[in-house]
């Protein structure tokens, strides 16, 4: 029997691949997760997204969301190093940039179009292309796109994301030229 040590690196897809029960366990982890039942999410988040991602993502410690996935499977629990609970306690840097500010050259409203089945990274990277220099456009999400923002800083662009005051479910990442 091929068994999964289940651990941060590991993709999320293999980890329902190998145990696919934890697909209902980890949607309990946070309200961010329900979001897998959509298939376009899901086709980019399991093939691509490690459980350390998912975390961040769905905002929870990672230690804690592998942890529940382990002891769901029968695999003993496992803790962070010192240098990784150190680098986890980093302060988040909240203040906004000033080229954020102004008016964007567009809004995508990534929730509508995930709803639609249509992944927002594309559109994202159409209009990174055709954006003059200097301007910046706004996608709106229910959670951290974690991925995509990756996507945006490899290819060069300025990226900055906050949660809208008061709203949790309100993500709101700037992507700049």
Do not use: C
């Not at 680098?87 to 102004?102: M, Q, T």
Request: without cysteine.
């Amino acid at each position: 029997m091929n068994v999964l040590d289940i651990n941060r690196h590991v993709k999320l897809g293999e980890v329902f691949e190998a145990y696919p029960q934890l697909e209902d366990i980890i949607k309990t982890v946070s309200p961010v997760y329900k979001n897998l039942s959509n298939p376009i999410l899901r086709k980019t988040v399991l093939k691509i997204a490690t459980l350390e991602k998912v975390a961040q993502v769905g905002g929870v410690d990672v230690y804690h969301l592998v942890n529940i996935l382990r002891t769901e499977v029968g695999q003993e629990p496992i803790a962070p190093n010192e240098e990784e609970s150190a680098r986890a306690e980093a302060p988040a840097v909240s203040d906004a940039p000033e080229w954020i500010n102004g008016q964007p050259a567009r809004v995508i409203d990534g929730v509508e179009m995930l709803n639609r089945g249509v992944h927002p990274l594309s559109d994202v990277m159409q209009t990174m292309n055709t954006l003059p220099a200097g301007q910046y456009i706004l996608l709106k999400t229910n959670f951290k796109p974690i991925p995509l923002i990756e996507k945006m800083v490899e290819a060069g662009y300025r990226v900055h994301h906050q949660v809208e005051d008061g709203k949790p479910d309100s993500h709101l990442t700037y992507i700049g030229k």
